[in-house]
């Protein structure tokens, strides 16, 4: 079935590391994929999205590649921030009708200073 | 994109009571609006799809009837939870199916039901 897996957290980094958090993505057809990020309290932003194949998504320093060879969605960041510590969420879209997310299970991440 | 809005952010009620939550687009008109409800540490689950106009599509396992749903304008939905027990406390969050197919989401609604 259709299902999304992401790297487990929790994260923590130190500021101005690289981050990576893997995401990859089982489905029929050709899905659009999305990053979300979640703050502490608060609902989820979208922070970059890719509608085909080898498309890049990118939005305040992070980026996304759209691997459809090896079914990926991988976030980076080549330097984090204290302010980026957040929960990041993939997720993608059925292609058809529906229209509806399915979400992975969220990574923490914590920047520290 | 679209920007949503939840009400209230927070709120608190005794076992047995309803309670209703709104979801509004300010500045898109929205035909199709999501609810999700989350637990703590946890992934969303969508809970139904609101479409203006027509009736809900309740997901697998949701109760139509105790998690309602109203969708009578193109900039608002609402989610009334129904004789609410401490089990459906959670925090709740909406979006809105925009331009592109991309959905926006609201800031949330965290139940607590006593």
């Known amino acids: 079935g259709n299902s999304v897996t992401q790297m487990e957290g929790p994260v923590t980094l130190s500021e101005e590391a690289f981050l990576t958090i893997n995401c990859t993505y089982t489905a029929t057809g050709y899905p659009s994929l999305f990053w979300y990020v979640q703050y502490p309290g608060e609902g989820l932003q979208l922070l970059l999205k890719?509608?085909?194949?080898?498309d890049k998504g990118s939005n305040k320093g992070f980026e996304a590649t759209y691997r459809k060879e090896t079914t990926s969605f991988h976030l980076e960041k080549g330097s984090v921030q204290v302010s980026d510590s957040a929960v990041y969420f993939c997720a993608f879209q059925k292609p058809g009708s529906a229209r509806q997310l399915t979400f992975g299970s969220g990574t923490q991440l914590t920047v520290l200073p | 994109g679209a920007v949503v809005s939840q009400h209230p952010s927070r709120v608190i009620c005794k076992s047995g009571t309803s309670v209703k939550i709104e979801c509004r687009s300010l500045?898109?008109?929205?035909?199709?609006m999501f609810w999700y409800r989350q637990f703590p540490k946890q992934s969303l689950m969508l809970m139904a799809t609101s479409n203006e106009g027509s009736k809900a599509t309740y997901e697998q396992g949701v109760e139509k009837d105790k998690f309602l749903i109203n969708h009578a304008s193109l900039t608002l939905s609402t989610l009334t939870v129904t004789s609410a027990h401490p089990e459906d406390s959670s925090f709740y969050i909406c979006s809105v199916l925009a331009s592109q197919e991309t959905q926006y989401f609201g800031p949330g609604t965290r139940l607590l039901v006593l």
């Open positions: 890719a509608t085909k194949a080898d």
């Open positions: 500045d898109f008109q929205a035909t199709t």
